[in-house]
């Protein structure tokens, strides 16, 4: 999915209170499902760059739900919260790029963990650091700042944005973990998360029993072979030395 922002928005203001939603068996299969191996079973694309968790042990799976604010404001996140449900994951971004101020507060997570979100992602920052660990909600975002945002200019809610670099639609599934966060296409979920499940247990069953048994990854994994198609090669001798008793020089 390449990232591209829509064409066309609505009037400004816009909020669709209507998304597509995955079905539950759909959301059930990504249960434990790491965003690393989600990431890779979609050739490594669409991950959302630069966020991270600001609560420990933070992993949440949901249906994305989108609000887009005008730089400055964070009028449309706090509308989406009236529309948005239990298993909505909330994916927040600006009009004109990443926001330095905090956009997300300990209130704010007290609302969401009160209406069921599985969760949220902001391109932007948070504060009350502490009490936003003390709630628990999973949110991922760029950083922390005490700098307030205003409430004063309307947005749109649920229309396809680009976040953090990744285009995101409302009904595509979010998955985070302490890795970050990756969205997949609604149409593609069942398919990749059957990849990223066949994937895992490949390593459960073959990859990590053998790295236990002392075995390097640069042999289980065969980078033996890329190495030296790359020009790579080990010299038995030391670094200032190629054995001949000459400085190594290349």
């Known amino acids: 999915m390449t990232p591209h922002p829509p064409t066309r928005l609505p009037p400004r203001g816009t909020v669709f209170t209507r998304a597509p939603r995955p079905s539950d068996e759909v959301l059930r299969a990504y249960d434990g499902l790491a965003v690393a191996s989600v990431h890779e079973a979609m050739g490594q694309r669409n991950l959302l760059r630069g966020v991270r968790p600001l609560a420990p042990?933070?992993?949440?799976?949901?249906?994305?739900?989108?609000?887009?604010?005008?730089?400055?404001?964070?009028?449309?996140?706090?509308?989406?919260?009236?529309?948005?449900?239990?298993g909505d994951f909330l994916v927040w971004t600006s009009q004109h790029g990443p926001?330095?101020?905090?956009?997300?507060?300990?209130?704010?997570?007290?609302?969401?963990?009160?209406?069921?979100?599985?969760?949220?992602?902001?391109?932007?920052?948070?504060?009350?650091?502490?009490?936003?660990?003390?709630?628990?909600?999973?949110?991922?975002?760029?950083?922390?700042?005490?700098?307030?945002?205003?409430?004063?200019?309307?947005?749109?809610g649920n229309v396809p944005v680009v976040c953090c670099g990744?285009?995101?639609?409302?009904?595509?599934?979010?998955?985070?973990?302490?890795?970050?966060?990756?969205?997949?296409?609604l149409e593609d979920a069942a398919r990749v998360a059957d990849a990223a499940s066949a994937r895992d247990l490949r390593e459960r069953t073959t990859l990590t029993p053998r790295?236990?048994?002392?075995?390097?990854?640069?042999?289980?994994?065969?980078?033996?072979?890329?190495?030296?198609?790359?020009?790579?090669?080990?010299v038995d001798a030391a670094w200032d030395q190629d054995g001949s008793g000459?400085?190594?020089?290349d």
């Open 57 to 86: 042990g933070a992993h949440a799976v949901g249906r994305a739900v989108t609000a887009l604010d005008l730089s400055g404001s964070n009028l449309t996140l706090h509308a989406m919260l009236e529309v948005a449900g239990p």
């Open 99 to 156: 926001a330095d101020s905090a956009v997300w507060g300990a209130n704010v997570s007290e609302s969401a963990a009160a209406r069921g979100l599985a969760g949220a992602v902001i391109e932007g920052r948070a504060r009350d650091i502490a009490d936003i660990r003390r709630v628990g909600f999973p949110l991922w975002a760029l950083g922390v700042t005490p700098a307030a945002t205003g409430k004063t200019r309307a947005g749109w």
């Open 166 to 185: 990744a285009y995101v639609r409302p009904g595509d599934l979010i998955v985070a973990d302490g890795d970050g966060v990756a969205v997949v296409p």
């Open 211 to 234: 790295v236990r048994k002392g075995e390097s990854l640069f042999a289980v994994r065969d980078w033996a072979g890329n190495f030296p198609a790359d020009g790579g090669r080990f």
């Open 246 to 249: 000459e400085p190594v020089d």
